[in-house]
C-alpha cells in the first residue's frame, strides 16, 4: 500500500533517512515548482506486479533472478563502529556507554537507507554486554550469575510460536541446559514503518543455566559458550524437521540473533534513531554496559528482513565480500573432509567433546544433527559471521580468526620489517585458509575482547578517539560522539589491514602491531614454514623444442588456437609483456549463436565490481596483490599445528617445464614425499561426440581412486600428446570441463582439501583461459603449447627481423618466455582486480563468472553453482565443437585459420556488425562522402558535400543488418503486438521520439575535437542528449553560437561545418568519471546532467586509458596532465567504493548543480538488478545500463572480449528489479551498447528503457570507416586521432547525424504502427509484445537447447500499471525527465551559508573586499560548501570571486567538506573532517585545525579522512594533522600540506605540489605524472615507501625547490599554528635536509628539479591558479602584498 501524498511528504520531511525531497528549476530547493506531465492510465502504483510478460514453455522456471541470494536479491553496506569503556560502571558498566552509542547509531543514518516504504529501516542494530542489572530476576550471585541468554525472534502467530517455544526448551534441557524462563521483550510497534511492522517478528528473550558439568567453567566460560552455540544450531535442525523453522517463501520465521552468557544483539528494520524507541529496554536506566557495537545498514533491496540487520552474533561487518562463493565452496569442502562419529556429535556439553566438534568436525554435512554453517541463500556477512564465529568457539581468539579470514597485505609492508612474526603468521595461515576478500571495516566482539579491522585496501573509512577515561570510540565517521576535544588523548585511524582491540577484562587498549604480534607469537610459526613448506620460485625456461613446426601447428589448431592468436596476443605477450590493447569493442557474436567454433571459455563473461563495492588497482596498488598459490593436503583451519605448514608453495600460477620437474622431484621422501599423479584427459577419437561423458566420468573416477586410495596430493590433468600419431588418433575434454568436473567431484568425496590441481594444457594462452581454469579449481597450469608457441614464433625470420629493426624490443628465447608468464600474470590480477580480489588463493575455485550458453548438463557435470540462464550446448556440442577445430591436415605447409574473432576477415572469418561494408552503406544513406574534408574539397562543394538523405539506402542498411549471422541475444526475438495496425500519421512525430537520443559517453581525446563538437552539435540539434564523456570541455562550448556565417562556419568553431546559428557545442550530459579529469566547478554547473561513470562497456571494472600519443597539448590542458604522457584513470573506488559512497558522490553533485539531475553508469551483469535498486535507493536520476559490447578508444583485448554481458539481459534484470521494488518511478532508465537501428530501441523499450544511446554506430555516421586504429592515433578520417593532419580529413557534419537520428525515428514510427501504438511510452517495459523467434534459434545447430523465455519471463507485467513512467506522488508525478531529486536535510548548513545576506551579497558585488561569517557543523553536514561554490561558478565561472569570502566553521564535518571551492572562498574548519575533504577543489583555501586546547598531540593525530583533495585542480590545503589513505589522488593544481598520510599518497597525481611533514604509508607517487612532492622523513623509513615505477626521488638540491618548500611550511605555519611546521622551520638549516623530492619525469627540467634549471620565479601557492600572486622570485621572499594574499 502506499500513505496518501500528503502523509507521505510528511513522513519524507520527518525522516531522517530520506534526505531528498523534489524541487524543480530552483536553487537550493527554496521554490516548489512542481513538474507537469501527460497523465496516466493508473490511479495506484504497486510495490510488485504479479504478471509476468513473457510467456515460460512447459517445464521451465523464471531464473532472472536464480543465483546466490547475495548476488541476486541483495546487497548492503553501512556505517558502523564500537565504544568501550571498561574503567566505569563496576562490573556491569554504565548506561552512558550505551545511550553514546545509540547516539552515534543516530548519527550514522545518512549511510543507511530506508524500504520501499521511505520509512522502514533498512536495518539498525546494537551489541552489548549483557545487561545483567536488567535481567536481575532470570540470575542469582551464588546459583547461577550469569545465565546463558537468547534474542529469539519467534512467529506473531501464537500457536505457531508455542510450538516453537516447546522446541527450544526441549532442546535445550536434553543438553542440560536447565531453562529459566522466557521474557516477553517490551516493544513499541507504532514506531515502525509500513514494511517493517507487517514483517515484524515477536521479540523474546529466553535464559538458561549453565550445565553442572561445566561448573569449572566459570573463569573462561567457553565450554558454556560452545554448548550455547552447538545447542543453538541443533535447536534450527529439530525446527526445521518439524516446518517451524522457515516461512513459506523461505525466509527465516525463527532467529536467534543472540544466544550468550557475554553478549547480546537488539536489532531490527529499522532507523537508527527508531531503534531506542522499538526496544523500550535501551531506554531503560538499568540497561548497562562495558561496550557498545553499532551498525546502521543499507541494502539495495527495499523489503530488507529483519535478521539480516546487524550487528550479526559475532561482527558487525560494512562491506562486501567479494570471493564469497568460493569461500562457502571451500568451506564446504572443508567440513566434508572432516568427519566425526555421530555419537560424538550428539554430545554438545562435555567441555572436551564440544571442543573436539568445533576444532574438528563435519558441522555442515551432518544437517539432521546441526544447521549448516555456511549458505548461499543467507548474506556475505551472515556467512563471514558463522566462521568467524566457529572459529572463536575452537580455539583462535577473535583477533587472530579475523587476521586469519582477512589477513593484511603482509608481503614487502615496511611496517612489519620488526616484526617477522607477523608476517610468519600470515604465511601459515595463508596457506590453510583462503582469505575472505573485499572491502570490510569489520567490528568485533567475542564477550572477552572487542576490535575492528580492515581490509588490505583500506576501502572503508574507520576512525577512532581514545579519551583520559580510557574510553575508545571506534566509527565509521568521526564525529559521530559529541567529545570534547580537550579531553581526547588520541585520534587515529585504521589504515589497510590494521586492526585496534580492547580487552574487556583488563581495558587495555593494543594497536596494530601490538595484538597482531601477542597473536603471531603464540606459535613458531616462522619454524613450522622452514621445516615443511617447499618452495617453488620461478625457474628458467627451457630452449628446448617439444614439438616441430607442422606438429605445433596441428596441435594449435586442435586446441582452437587462430592466427591472431599468435599475430596479436603472443606478439604483444612475448615481446612486450603486456596484453594485447584494442579498441571499438565487441560487435562479434556471443559464443553460442557464432557460426565458427569456440573453445568452452568464451561461454564464460567476468564479473567484476560495480557499485556495492569497487574494483581495485592492479596498475598502481599491485603491493596488496598476489598470485602466489599452493599445492599439497591442507589441514583444518580450526585446529592450528604444524602439519598445517607442510604445503607447496608457488610463485607463479603459470609454470614451466623445469618447475613441473621441480614439483616432480618433491615426490621423493627426502624432499617432502608430495605424492603425485598425472591423468590424461584424451580420449580417442573414434569415440564420438557422445564420449565426452564416459571420458569425464573415467577420470573423475581415477582422481578419487588416486586422492583417497593412493594418498595424491598434486593431481596433474594433462591433454598433452606424445606426438603427431597420438593427436592424429585422439581428441581431449577441453581442460575446463575437465578440471571442473574433477574439482567438484573431489568436494563432493570430501577429498578436495587432500590434493592441489595442477592442468597441463595446450588450450590456454590468453589471460582469461587462464582465470577461468583457476576460478574453477586449478591451483596451477603448466601451458606447455603456449609456451612451445612461443619459441615458434621466437624462432620466426620475421620476429628476428622486427627485433633488429626495434619495431620489437630485443629479448631472448628466455626472456620472451618470462615476458609470456608477466604478461599473463598481470592480466590475472587485473581480472582479480576487477572483481575487487586482491589474491590469486581467493579467486580460486570461487567461479566468478556467468556463463552465456552453455546448458544444464554442462554447468551440472563442471560448473555446479555457475549461473547460466538462457541454456544452451550441452556436452556432445562441446565434443564436437572441439573436434571441428582440428585442422584438416598435419601437412608441413598446412597454416592455422584466421577465424578473425578481433578483427574483420573475409570469407572464412567471423561475423563483425560493424565493418568497412556497413560504414559504406550508412555514409550512402546519410549523405556522407568520406573523401570530402577539410583536406579536400569541402569548403566548395555545394552543402559542404553533403548529399541528400536516402531513404533507399537506408533500408539496404536496415536489411544488412537483420539478414546477417546472428550476433546478439535480441536476433532471437521477434515482435508480437495485441492489437491491429494504425496509420503511421497517427504516431507521434520523430521531434518526440528523438529527445530520447543519447550519444554514448566518448571522450574528447578518445575522439577528436571535430568529431566530439560535430556529435555534440547534431544531437542538441535534434533535442537529445549529447555526452562529454570522461575528460572535460573547453568552456567556448558553453555557448550557442550566434557567428554562423551563410557557409555554416563560425570564428568560434573555425574547424567545423554545416554549422546553424543556436547550435550548442554544450554537452547535455557533462561525465564525472574516476579521473576526473576536466571536472571543474564551471563544468559540473554547465551540464544539464552529471553523470557518474561507474563502469565502461568494453573494459568494466577498469579505468579510462589515453595513449600518450593522443593526449595533446589541447587534450592536456583540458584534462590538467601533461602532453604526451599516457593518461590511464584509477578504477571507480576512490569515492565511489560502496554504495553509500556513490549515495555521497550523488550527494555532492546535487549539491554543486541542483538543477542538474545526476546518471549513474553500469554495465550489464548478473545482479544489476538489485544494484539498480541500490542506485535509485541512493538517489541517482537516472541510471544507465551499457551492454558489454561497449566500443572504446584503447582497452585490453581480453577486457574487450570477456566482461559484460548484453544489455538485452542486463536491461531487463534492472527494470524488473526496480519495478518489483517500488523504485521504478524514481529514475529514468538509458541504454547504450551495439544499438544501431529503430528495431533495437523498439526491444530496448519494451525491455523498460526509456532513452537510448548510440556509440559507435554515431561516429560511423559522421564518417568513421572502422578502421580499428582508435588507439594508434591514426584514424584515417580523424575521427580518432589527435594528428592535425589526420583531423583535417574528418569528413562529418552535424546534418550527416541528423539524418541517420531521422532515419532511426522513422524507423520507430514505421514499427509503433504495425504494432498499433501511437506513443512511444506506451511501447516502454511491454515485454509481452516481444517473442522468442523459433526460426532465429534454428538457424545454427549450437542455438538449439537456447531458450530465452526462461530469463525474460522474469519482466512484470506491466500492460495495466503504467505509474512508473512518471515521478513519484511526492514528486509531483511529473515527467521523470524533467523531475530532480533534491538533498535534503544534510544539505541545510549548505542552504544556511548560501543564504546569509553577506555571503549573498559578497557574491553578488565581487568587488574584491572581504567578508567573514561562522557557522557550526556536525557530521550529517556533508558536502558543505558545494552549493556554495555552485553558486559562484554559476556567476563567475572558474575564475571564482575577486575578493575574500573567510567562512569559518567549526565541529566536526560530514563527508565532503569544501567541495569544489574556488578563488575568493577561504574555508577555515577549526576541528575536525572526515573523507573527501576538498573533493575537486579548484581555488581558493582549506584550513582545517584542532582546538586550540585539545589534548592529543596534531602532528600524530587524524584530522582528515581518505581521498582528500580527490581531482583537485587548484587551491591551497593545510591540515595540523595526519590525513589518511590516498591524500591527494589525481590532484592536478592544488598545493597541499598535512603532517602525515596513510597509503598511496600522490596517486595518479597530474600537478600541484604536496607536502607531508610526517610519515607516510606505502606507495608514495603510483602513477605520478604530474606535480611535485616533498617528504620529511624524520626516522629514515621513507625510501621503501616510494613506488619507483615512474617517479624518482632526491633530496632538496635546489635554490627554487627550497625556497617553494620553505614558503610553503611557513605559511601552514601562519594558517594552522603547526607545532611541527615551527619546529622544521626554527631549525631549517638543519631540517630542509631530512625532506625528500618526490618528481615525475615530466618534473625532471623544472626549476625546483634540477640545478641546472634557472627560473624567473616558483610558484608557491595555487590560491587563484591563473595569478601571479602564487608566484615568487628566485632567491626572493614574501614582500608584503604577496604575504597578505598568499600566506596570510
Not at 589497510?496 to 602491531?513: A, H, S, W, Y
Not at 565458427?596 to 556495492?612: D, E, G, L, S
Not at 622486427?802 to 590475472?828: P, S
Not at 559512497?1141 to 545526476?1158: C, F, R, S, Y
Amino acid at each position: 500500500m502506499r500513505l496518501p501524498q500528503a502523509a507521505m511528504m510528511a513522513v519524507i520531511a520527518a525522516s531522517a533517512a530520506s534526505a531528498f525531497q523534489t524541487r524543480v528549476a530552483s536553487s537550493h530547493g527554496r521554490t516548489a515548482a512542481t513538474a507537469t506531465g501527460g497523465p496516466i492510465d493508473s490511479q495506484s502504483r504497486s510495490v510488485t506486479t504479479a504478471l509476468n510478460a513473457f510467456q515460460l514453455k512447459d517445464g521451465e522456471t523464471a531464473n532472472m533472478f536464480d543465483g546466490p541470494r547475495p548476488l541476486v536479491k541483495e546487497r548492503d553496506a553501512c556505517g558502523v563502529g564500537f565504544i568501550a569503556n571498561t574503567n566505569s560502571g563496576e562490573e556491569f558498566g554504565t548506561h552512558k556507554v550505551l545511550t553514546q552509542g545509540l547516539r552515534a547509531l543516530d548519527c550514522m543514518e545518512h549511510r543507511g537507507a530506508c524500504g520501499g516504504d521511505g520509512i522502514s529501516g533498512d536495518g539498525a542494530g546494537i551489541m552489548t554486554q549483557i545487561p545483567w542489572k536488567l535481567f536481575k530476576e532470570y540470575r542469582s550471585d551464588e546459583n547461577c550469575p550469569k545465565p546463558g541468554v537468547g534474542m529469539v525472534f519467534l512467529p506473531q502467530d501464537e500457536t505457531r510460536r508455542n510450538e516453537v517455544k516447546d522446541v527450544i526448551q526441549k532442546v535445550c534441557e536434553a543438553n542440560d541446559l536447565d531453562f529459566l524462563g522466557w521474557r516477553e521483550v517490551p516493544v513499541d510497534p507504532a514506531t515502525l514503518g509500513p514494511q517493517a511492522l507487517g514483517a515484524v517478528p515477536s521479540m523474546w528473550q529466553m535464559f538458561v543455566k549453565a550445565p553442572k558439568k561445566l561448573d569449572d567453567d566459570e573463569e573462561t566460560r567457553d565450554g558454556f559458550e560452545r554448548t550455547l552455540y552447538l545447542v543453538r544450531r541443533r535447536i534450527a535442525v529439530e525446527l526445521d524437521a518439524l516446518s517451524l523453522l522457515k516461512k513459506d517463501d523461505g525466509s527465516e520465521e525463527v532467529y536467534f540473533a543472540s544466544f550468550s552468557s557475554q553478549t547480546i544483539v537488539y536489532k531490527g528494520m529499522v532507523q537508527g534513531c527508531v531503534l531506542p524507541q522499538f526496544y523500550k529496554d535501551l531506554q531503560n536506566e538499568d540497561f548497562t554496559t562495558k561496550f557498545v557495537i553499532y551498525h546502521r545498514r543499507f541494502s539495495t533491496n527495499t523489503t530488507p528482513k529483519w535478521p539480516l540487520a546487524q550487528p550479526m552474533r559475532v561482527v558487525g561487518h560494512n562491506g562486501e565480500i567479494n570471493t564469497l562463493i568460493g569461500n562457502v565452496n571451500w568451506v564446504k569442502a572443508r567440513e566434508k573432509s572432516k568427519a566425526l562419529p555421530d555419537h560424538e556429535l550428539e554430545d554438545l556439553v562435555s567441555a572436551d567433546n564440544t571442543d573436539n566438534i568445533v576444532m574438528m568436525c563435519n558441522t555442515q554435512d551432518v544437517p539432521n544433527l546441526l544447521e549448516p554453517l555456511v549458505d548461499l541463500n543467507r548474506s556475505d556477512s551472515a556467512n563471514l559471521d558463522a566462521v568467524f564465529e566457529l572459529m572463536t568457539k575452537s580455539r583462535h581468539r577473535a583477533p587472530c580468526a579475523l587476521m586469519s579470514l582477512v589477513p593484511t597485505a603482509y608481503e614487502n609492508e615496511p611496517a612489519l620489517n620488526d616484526n617477522p612474526e607477523i608476517v610468519d603468521f600470515y604465511k601459515f595461515h595463508g596457506g590453510l585458509l583462503e582469505a575472505w576478500d573485499g572491502p570490510a571495516l569489520l567490528v568485533y566482539s567475542d564477550g572477552k575482547s572487542i576490535g575492528a579491522s580492515l581490509d588490505r585496501n583500506g576501502l572503508r573509512p574507520a576512525r577512532y578517539s581514545i579519551t583520559s577515561d580510557g574510553t575508545v570510540y571506534m566509527m565509521s565517521e568521526t564525529g559521530v560522539v559529541d567529545l570534547d576535544e580537550s579531553d581526547i588523548v588520541s585520534k587515529g585511524r585504521l589504515g589497510p589491514g590494521q586492526m585496534i582491540n580492547v580487552d574487556l577484562e583488563t581495558g587495555e587498549f593494543k594497536d596494530n602491531i601490538a595484538i597482531k604480534s601477542e597473536i603471531a607469537s603464540r606459535h613458531p610459526y616462522g619454524e613450522w614454514i622452514a621445516e615443511n613448506r617447499r618452495d617453488i620460485p620461478k625457474m628458467s625456461f627451457g630452449d628446448d623444442r617439444s614439438y616441430d613446426d607442422a606438429t605445433a601447428t596441428f596441435a594449435q589448431g586442435s586446441f582452437g588456437w587462430g592466427l591472431e592468436d599468435i599475430g596479436m596476443q603472443i606478439q604483444d605477450m612475448a615481446g612486450s609483456g603486456k596484453e594485447t590493447t584494442y579498441s571499438m569493442g565487441d560487435d562479434a557474436p556471443i559464443a553460442v549463436l557464432s557460426e565458427r567454433p569456440h573453445t568452452p571459455y568464451n561461454y564464460f563473461k567476468q564479473r567484476f565490481a560495480q557499485v556495492t563495492n569497487p574494483p581495485i588497482d592492479p596498475l598502481r596498488e599491485g603491493v596488496v596483490m598476489s598470485v602466489a598459490m599452493t599445492l599439497g593436503k591442507k589441514e583444518s583451519i580450526y585446529k592450528v599445528s604444524e602439519k598445517g605448514a607442510r604445503l607447496i608453495h608457488l610463485e607463479s600460477p603459470v609454470l614451466n617445464g623445469n618447475e613441473m620437474d621441480r614439483i616432480a622431484s618433491l615426490a621423493k621422501e627426502e624432499n617432502g614425499g608430495f605424492q603425485q599423479a598425472s591423468i590424461s584427459t584424451r580420449y580417442a577419437l573414434e569415440d564420438g561426440p557422445d564420449g565426452i561423458k564416459a571420458a569425464i566420468d573415467a577420470i573423475c573416477d581415477k582422481a578419487v581412486d588416486e586422492v583417497r586410495n593412493g594418498g595424491v596430493e598434486v593431481l596433474i590433468l594433462s591433454d598433452m600428446a606424445a606426438d603427431q600419431a597420438e593427436l592424429d588418433v585422439s581428441t581431449y575434454i577441453p581442460p575446463l570441463v575437465a578440471v571442473g568436473a574433477v574439482h567438484h567431484r573431489l568436494i563432493k568425496e570430501g577429498l578436495r582439501m587432500d590434493t592441489g590441481i595442477v592442468v597441463e594444457t595446450g588450450s590456454a594462452w590468453s589471460t582469461h583461459h587462464y582465470a577461468c581454469l583457476v576460478g574453477y579449481g586449478a591451483n596451477a597450469v603448466h601451458p606447455y603449447l603456449a609456451l612451445e608457441t612461443v619459441k615458434q614464433w621466437h624462432g620466426q625470420a620475421r620476429t628476428q627481423s622486427m627485433m633488429k629493426a626495434g619495431k620489437l624490443k630485443d629479448a631472448t628465447l628466455d626472456e620472451a618466455q618470462a615476458n609470456y608468464r608477466t604478461a599473463v600474470e598481470n592480466g590475472l590480477l587485473k581480472i582479480l582486480s576487477k572483481m575487487g580480489i586482491s589474491l590469486l588463493s581467493s579467486y580460486q575455485g570461487a567461479q566468478i563468472f556467468e556463463a552465456m550458453g552453455l546448458g544444464e548438463e554442462v554447468v551440472n557435470t563442471s560448473f555446479k553453482g555457475t549461473t547460466s540462464r538462457i541454456g544452451g550446448v550441452d556436452l556432445a556440442d562441446i565434443a564436437s565443437e572441439t573436434a571441428s577445430m582440428r585442422p584438416e591436415s598435419s601437412d608441413e605447409k598446412a597454416k592455422l585459420i584466421n577465424y578473425g574473432y578481433y578483427k574483420p576477415i573475409p570469407k572464412r572469418g567471423e561475423y563483425h556488425a560493424n565493418s568497412a561494408d556497413l560504414a559504406k552503406l550508412l555514409h550512402d544513406a546519410i549523405g556522407l562522402d568520406k573523401k570530402v574534408s577539410a583536406a579536400t574539397t569541402r569548403d566548395v562543394a555545394e552543402n559542404d558535400g553533403v548529399k541528400p538523405k536516402n531513404a533507399a539506402g537506408y533500408e539496404i542498411f536496415k536489411k544488412s543488418l537483420e539478414s546477417a549471422p546472428l550476433a546478439n541475444i535480441r536476433d532471437l526475438l521477434d515482435f508480437e503486438s495485441d492489437r491491429e495496425s494504425i496509420p503511421i500519421e497517427d504516431v507521434e512525430p520523430i521531434s518526440e521520439i528523438m529527445t530520447r537520443f543519447c550519444t554514448g559517453a566518448m571522450s574528447l581525446g578518445a575522439l577528436s575535437r571535430e568529431a566530439h563538437e560535430t556529435l555534440a552539435i547534431a544531437v542538441n540539434r535534434v533535442g537529445g542528449k549529447s555526452n562529454s564523456g570522461e575528460g572535460g570541455e573547453d568552456v567556448v562550448r558553453g555557448t550557442d553560437l550566434s557567428d554562423v556565417d551563410e557557409k555554416g562556419r563560425s570564428p568560434t568553431f573555425p574547424h567545423l561545418a554545416g554549422l546553424k546559428n543556436g547550435d550548442s557545442a554544450n554537452s547535455f550530459v557533462h561525465q564525472i568519471a574516476s579521473g576526473r579529469f576536466g571536472v571543474t566547478p564551471e563544468f559540473l554547473v554547465t551540464g544539464k546532467q552529471l553523470e557518474i561513470k561507474m563502469a565502461q562497456g568494453a573494459k568494466p571494472g577498469e579505468g579510462g586509458q589515453l595513449p600518450g600519443p593522443k593526449v595533446s597539448e589541447y587534450i592536456a590542458s583540458l584534462r590538467a596532465s601533461k602532453q604526451g604522457v599516457t593518461l590511464i584513470s584509477p578504477p571507480p573506488h576512490h569515492d565511489i567504493y560502496s554504495i553509500e559512497d556513490l549515495a555521497q558522490l550523488i550527494h555532492d553533485l546535487h549539491a554543486v548543480n541542483e538543477k542538474a539531475g545526476v546518471s549513474v553508469k553500469l554495465v550489464s551483469s548478473i545482479g544489476i538488478g538489485t544494484v539498480a535498486c541500490g542506485v535509485a535507493k541512493a538517489q541517482a536520476d537516472v541510471i544507465q545500463i551499457s551492454g558489454g559490447d561497449g566500443g572504446t578508444g584503447a582497452s585490453p583485448l581480453s577486457s574487450i572480449k570477456h566482461a559484460g554481458m548484453p544489455w538485452e539481459m542486463g536491461l531487463s534484470e534492472a527494470h524488473s528489479a526496480l519495478l518489483s521494488n517500488g523504485l521504478r518511478d524514481r529514475v529514468v532508465l538509458r541504454v547504450d551498447g551495439g544499438i544501431r537501428t529503430g528495431r533495437d530501441i523498439a526491444i530496448a523499450a519494451m525491455m523498460g528503457a526509456e532513452e537510448f544511446g548510440f556509440g559507435t554506430i554515431a561516429m560511423i555516421a559522421e564518417g568513421c570507416v572502422m578502421a580499428r586504429v582508435c588507439h594508434l592515433n591514426t584514424c584515417p578520417v580523424g575521427v580518432t586521432s589527435q594528428k592535425e593532419e589526420l583531423r583535417k580529413k574528418f569528413p562529418g557534419t552535424p546534418e550527416h547525424v541528423v539524418n541517420f537520428f531521422v532515419f532511426v525515428a522513422e524507423e520507430i514510427r514505421e514499427l509503433m504502427a504495425h504494432l498499433g501504438y501511437s506513443k512511444f511510452e506506451d511501447i516502454i517495459g511491454r515485454a509481452d509484445l516481444l517473442k522468442e523467434d523459433n526460426d532465429q534459434i534454428e538457424r545454427i545447430a549450437k542455438t538449439k537447447g537456447v531458450s530465452l523465455s526462461g530469463f525474460f519471463s522474469s519482466i512484470p507485467d506491466s500492460k495495466a500499471d503504467r505509474a512508473f513512467l512518471r515521478a513519484t506522488p511526492a514528486e509531483g508525478g511529473g515527467l521523470k525527465d524533467d523531475t530532480v531529486h533534491v538533498n535534503g536535510f544534510s544539505s541545510d548548513l549548505d542552504r544556511e551559508i548560501c543564504e546569509h545576506p553577506d555571503v549573498k551579497a559578497a557574491i553578488e558585488s565581487d568587488e574584491g573586499g572581504d567578508t567573514a561569517v561562522s557557522f557550526n557543523i556536525k557530521n550529517t553536514d556533508r558536502s558543505t560548501c558545494a552549493m556554495l561554490a555552485g553558486d559562484i561558478a554559476r556567476k563567475y565561472g572558474n575564475r571564482g570571486l575577486a575578493g575574500n569570502l573567510n567562512i569559518n566553521i567549526f565541529g566536526s564535518a560530514g563527508q565532503s567538506f569544501g567541495a569544489f571551492t574556488l578563488p575568493g572562498m577561504r574555508v577555515r574548519l577549526t576541528g575536525e573532517a572526515n573523507d573527501y575533504v576538498g573533493k575537486g577543489m579548484h581555488g581558493g583555501e582549506i584550513v582545517v585545525s584542532p582546538e586550540a586546547d585539545a589534548g592529543f598531540v596534531a602532528a600524530d593525530s587524524s584530522i582528515v579522512g581518505n581521498a582528500c583533495l580527490y581531482g583537485a585542480t587548484g587551491g591551497d590545503f593545510h591540515a595540523n594533522g595526519r590525513a589518511g589513505e590516498r591524500f591527494c589522488v589525481r590532484n592536478s593544481g592544488a598545493y597541499a600540506v598535512c603532517e602525515g598520510t596513510g597509503d598511496h599518497c600522490c596517486e595518479y597525481m597530474t600537478g600541484g605540489v604536496v607536502v607531508a611533514l610526517g610519515t607516510v604509508g606505502r606507495n608514495v607517487g603510483a602513477g605520478m605524472t604530474g606535480g611535485i612532492g616533498y617528504f620529511y622523513d624524520q626516522d629514515g623509513g621513507f625510501e621503501e615507501r616510494v613506488n619507483g615505477e615512474i617517479v624518482k626521488y632526491q633530496r632538496v638540491v635546489t635554490d627554487a625547490g627550497a625556497l617553494q618548500l620553505r614558503n610553503i611550511v611557513e605559511r601552514h605555519f601562519e594558517k594552522t599554528g603547526s607545532e611541527k611546521a615551527e619546529l622544521i622551520l626554527d631549525n631549517w638549516d638543519e631540517e630542509v635536509g631530512k625532506f625528500w623530492q618526490v618528481y615525475p619525469p615530466s618534473e625532471a627540467n623544472s626549476a625546483v628539479v634540477a640545478e641546472t634549471i634557472v627560473g624567473d620565479a616558483v610558484k608557491v601557492s595555487a590560491i587563484a591558479p591563473s595569478e601571479d600572486l602564487c608566484y615568487l622570485p628566485v632567491g626572493a621572499g614574501l614582500n608584503p602584498d604577496q604575504t597578505t594574499r598568499c600566506a596570510d
